[in-house]
């Protein structure tokens, strides 16, 4: 039965999943999908967010369901659409320990078209935007890149390039190297430094 093979796989991902019906059309046709996200979410096992998209939600013991992790919702809309989505400036720093603050509404870029989304309480921007700004969109490059955008021309230091760079894997730092020439040319050399611990970053 379709609604078993459904309820298999979210729980395959876990709690804080988030999903929409053409994550799961490998398994049927989009109307019994339908059908089996509607009876999942009746029952209580998944969470309907808005038309279209649900989660598998994480919950606790005092404050029961828990809201969805805003990044996984804009990824899940992101498939839906067959659109890349990268992480505001802001949102990039903060991931990277370069500042606390945490914006309030958050925007993300996308190659779609400009549009606000309501889930839950909290309105999310999706803004469509140039492509040197989707450099590695979706990809911890991409948030590298992005990080640096927020910091700004010339206000890049030693510490922060050891921030960023604890948040990578090699594989990440790799993936900063291949792109750090389709970057902004100021932004070259700090990349290179980010992806090599024996570059010396320009003056």
């Known amino acids: 039965m ?16 988030v999903f929409t019906p053409s994550d799961f059309l490998d398994l049927g046709a989009r ?38 992790d805003i990044d996984c919702v804009v990824q899940a809309l992101a498939r839906k659409d067959d659109h ?12 990277f320990g370069l500042t606390t603050q945490v914006p309030a509404k958050p925007v993300y870029f996308t190659d779609g078209p400009t549009r606000s989304k309501q889930i839950g309480r909290q309105s999310v921007t999706l803004r469509n935007a ?3 700004t989707l450099l590695g969109a979706g990809r ?20 922060d ?7 990578l894997s090699d594989q990440d730092r790799a993936d900063v190297a291949k792109l750090a020439v389709k970057a902004p040319v100021w932004m070259q050399p700090i990349a290179q430094r980010i992806a090599d611990d024996g570059y010396a970053m320009a003056a």
């Not at 009746?42 to 649900?54: E, M, Q, T």
């Not at 911890?140 to 510490?159: C, S």
């Open 2 to 17: 379709i609604t078993q093979k459904v309820k298999k796989r979210l729980i395959g991902k876990g709690r804080g999943a």
């Open 31 to 68: 109307a019994a999908v339908d059908q089996a996200l509607s009876r999942l979410a009746d029952r209580g096992v998944i969470r309907r967010l808005a038309r279209g998209l649900y989660d598998y939600p994480k919950h606790s013991p005092r404050l029961g369901a828990l809201s969805p």
């Open 161 to 167: 390039i050891d921030r960023i760079r604890q948040g």
């Open 140 to 159: 911890p490059a991409g948030a590298v890149f992005q990080a640096l955008r927020y910091l700004g021309k010339g206000n890049v230091d030693a510490g």
């Open 84 to 95: 890349v989505i990268q992480i505001s400036p802001a949102r990039a720093a903060n991931l």
């Open 130 to 132: 140039a492509a040197k």
